[in-house]
């Protein structure tokens, strides 16, 4: 039986494939960890508090539960990484080189997630292949190209079971997200439901590839589940799911709200944007391991706006009796 522990499992991404994973190999198997203490984290038992950067304490968690998969996520992201371009890189490089060290004895196989920010303003921006010219330029993305670089070393010289994803932005609604660029896609919806109108950060035709987060979560675990022997691709897969420009997310909102607004005041996350793909060539991952995305634009916004509506009026209802509970 599988033993897992999630690192930087109190993020956006991290919370819902916990959900995912305990689901699959039951609540006692999977460990969230995060640098959050516990009551910050919205994560059920299993957790350990945990910094990614201190190897003697993730080789003492590794050790104790007898961990054989490790799911490492904690990242500094590529917004949030131009703020202070050095210690983004540290926190990035060295928590995965911790984590690629523990792969070569101590677990049997390692999940890290690259991103499209490896992609440059060089790279061809339609159907961008799996291999191209990369040349990025944000310090998240040449993290995460150093990264995909150190996998497929430590995969070639140690044999270490390492499998990579370059997720395109995520778009989820349970976790606000945590200082990407694509961001917007997900403050949208929750302007949408609340309806409020919402100032988008990029410019209404700035075409950039995303995934539901499903989506995501399901592609990290067919991937984890695919025969070594099937892998082709030991630095990262590409993926590709949907493309679109907030002017594309605002008409799909618009159908559900029609009085809904956008106004747009690009900042220096549209020169991020600019240098990124506009749509992703996801072929190896295709033929290698079956990869195929479930949902598209519409079916995105009908699920993400059917939930954050039920959520509201959750909040709204219990807020209500608490208020005649008092008086
Ligand atoms: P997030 O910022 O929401 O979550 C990251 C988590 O890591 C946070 O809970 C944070 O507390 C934790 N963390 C930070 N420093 C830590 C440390 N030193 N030790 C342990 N935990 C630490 O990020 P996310 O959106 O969930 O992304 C997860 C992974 O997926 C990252 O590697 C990111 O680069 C990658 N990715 C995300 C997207 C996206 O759109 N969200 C796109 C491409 C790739």
Redesign the pocket.
């Known amino acids: 039986m599988e033993k897992v522990l999630v ?8 919370r819902e494939l916990v959900a995912a994973l305990r689901s699959k190999y039951g609540q006692e198997q999977v460990i969230a ?4 203490p516990w009551e910050d ?1 919205h994560l059920d038992a299993p957790y350990v508090k ?4 201190d190897e003697k304490a993730l080789f003492e968690v590794v050790n104790s539960h007898e961990i054989t998969e490790i799911y490492h ?5 590529s917004a949030k990484g131009e703020m202070d371009p050095l210690f983004a890189w540290d ?1 990035n490089m060295k ?1 995965l080189l911790n984590i690629l060290e523990l792969g070569k004895e101590h677990v049997k196989k390692v999940f ?6 490896v992609f440059g303003p060089d790279t061809p921006k339609d159907q961008t292949p799996q291999h191209t010219l990369m040349n990025p330029t944000t310090v ?1 993305g040449i993290s ?1 190209l150093a990264g995909e670089r150190w996998c497929e070393y430590y995969h070639q010289h140690y044999g270490v079971d390492v499998r990579s994803l ?5 778009i989820g609604y349970k ?1 606000l ?4 660029t ?1 961001d917007y896609a997900v403050d949208i919806y929750y302007k949408a439901v609340q309806q409020e109108k919402f100032d988008c950060f990029l410019s209404e035709n700035m075409k950039l590839p995303m995934m539901y987060m499903d989506d995501a979560v399901k592609a990290t675990l067919d991937l984890m589940m695919a025969d070594a022997e099937k892998l082709s691709v030991r630095s990262s897969y590409n993926i590709n799911a949907i493309s679109f420009s907030p002017r594309e997310i605002y008409e799909s909102i618009r159908k559900h709200y029609s009085n809904f607004e956008v106004s747009y005041t690009p900042d220096y996350r549209e020169k991020i944007a600019d240098s990124w793909p506009n749509s992703i060539d996801d072929t190896v991952a295709r033929t290698d391991w079956g990869w195929k995305p479930a949902f598209d634009l519409e079916e995105m916004s009908d699920e993400i706006i059917w939930h954050l509506t039920d959520m509201l009026e959750s909040v709204k209802s219990s807020n209500e009796m608490q208020r005649n509970s008092d008086s």
Request: no cysteine.
């Open positions: 690192i930087g499992a109190g993020g956006q991404l991290g960890s995060d640098i959050k984290s945990l910094n990614a950067m996520l904690a990242a500094i992201l926190l928590s890290w997630p690259s991103s499209i920010a998240y995460k370059r997720y395109p932005g995520l976790t997200p945590g200082g990407g694509t």
